[in-house]
């Protein structure tokens, strides 16, 4: 039950930024309360939370627990590609074999177009971080409707709902050139 208080205190904490009020004894909120998470301190999160559906929806303990999540993901693919980058300067493409310099090659560039789908997905993380701050992570972009839980935790840059997401790949394979 410690979450339980730690919930209602970080609820107190946080102030919606749309205005819109939020229950603080663990009820249903009747509307969204689209607070940022920037708005509690980072220690407050237990190291063993996980967000639940007993909860109410996007609260500060949920938005800050996905905020470090998308932050160690982050961190984590600007390791990868700094270490890319010391690697590939660091590679010696004079090899007198030339199976030896193809093979290098051919790794060189797998590593790169590996490091341009991070790069589409850092700017996909970096999107995820600005609608915590600005309220509307959680929430589909084209419904509004609540993400399911479950799947931003598989998926924390999601933006659109399950029903959504689905819609919109039935029409990408509908209208795509063949």
Known sequence: MKNKKLVSDTAEIAKPKNGKATTTNGAKAATKAK??????????????????????????????????KLESWKAELLDDASGTITGLSQENLHQPDQMDRAQIESNAALDLRTRDRERKLLQKIEAALRRIDDGSYGYCVETDEPINLRRLEARPIASLSLHAQERHERMERVHRDD
């Not at 220690?43 to 007993?54: A, F, H, I, V, W």
């Open 35 to 68: 607070a940022g998470a920037g708005s509690i301190a980072k220690n407050m999160l237990p190291d063993d939370y996980r967000p639940s559906e007993d909860e109410d929806f996007m609260n500060p303990l949920q938005l800050l627990y996905f905020q470090k």
